[in-house]
């Protein structure tokens, strides 16, 4: 039996901050050609995850939070937001499910974040008819002030 402990999700969390993109997977399934993949992500407030989708009609993917404060987003094909909803412990909304083929994106909102996710595998990149073109890429110097704009939503 493998446990998510609160120490794990605080190591985890410290892992998140030394790293260059300040976020840090743990996977839970054994392999990336596992059937369900299922893994916490620590996520600090300053690490970009660009809006995208999974086009698998099998790839739902359900987070489910576990510290922190998490912003959830939901994006029409043209890059208008849908839905935004605020995952807090405080607030009562603890788990977002999220269907294959929307838009979506996740935003820390607090240090400390981390979050259980959970979709079908196997692992495969991000074809690029899955990832918003309306939306800069990790590394575009425009993705800090796009990340800013998301945050807005929450405030």
Known sequence: ???????????LSGQALLSPRLRKNHNLHPRDDSRCHRLLNAVEPASYIRPHRHLDPEKDEAFILMSGRLGVITFSDSGEVVEAVALSHAGGNLAADIPSGVYHCAV??????????AKAGPYLPLAEEEKAT???????PAAPAFLELLRTIFE
Do not use: Q
Request: aromatic share 10%; glycine share 4%; charged share 30%.
């Open 1 to 11: 039996m493998k446990l998510v402990t609160s120490d794990l999700v605080r190591e």
């Open 134 to 140: 309306w939306a800069p890429a990790e590394d575009d």
């Open 108 to 117: 820390s909102l607090e240090p400390g974040t981390v979050f259980y996710e």
